[in-house]
């Protein structure tokens, strides 16, 4: 069974930044599409962003130009860097991992496993 744990989120101000991490264990990690969604109090869950195990990446429009995601294979991690951080960016941060496909995956009906969830909360 895979397992999914986040780290890196916490309490920051706006315009700073935080790396979030997702480390994944329990199977293959090489073969899996893994992404970042967020849900804000209130709110439906978010697509963020999504990355092969190739390093294809897909952002909407929305998240492009702040947010960066990346992976590790070989330390089974995934990453998303977020810069210029904005009140309205605060939300807990979900890591989310579905066995092969493409980047293209941004709903949350397209992955099966999914981490706990790190709180981000940005102050003004």
């Known amino acids: 069974q895979v397992q999914l744990v986040e780290s890196g989120g916490g ?7 935080l790396r979030l991490s997702c480390t994944v264990s329990g199977r293959t990690f090489s073969n899996y599409v ?13 697509f963020v962003s999504s990355i092969t195990w190739a390093g294809g990446t897909y952002y909407p429009a929305s ?14 991690t995934v990453y998303l860097q977020m810069n210029n ?19 293209y995956y941004s709903e949350v009906r397209f992955y099966d496993a999914w981490g706990q969830g790190t709180q981000v909360t940005v102050s003004s």
């Open 34 to 46: 893994m992404a970042w969604f967020r849900q804000a109090p209130r709110k439906e869950r978010q």
């Open 11 to 17: 309490l920051v101000q706006a315009g700073g930044s």
């Open 63 to 76: 998240m492009k130009g702040r947010f960066t995601i990346s992976r590790d294979n070989a330390k089974n």
């Open 85 to 103: 951080l904005k009140t309205e960016d605060t939300a807990v941060y979900y890591c989310a991992g579905r066995d092969g496909g493409s980047q």
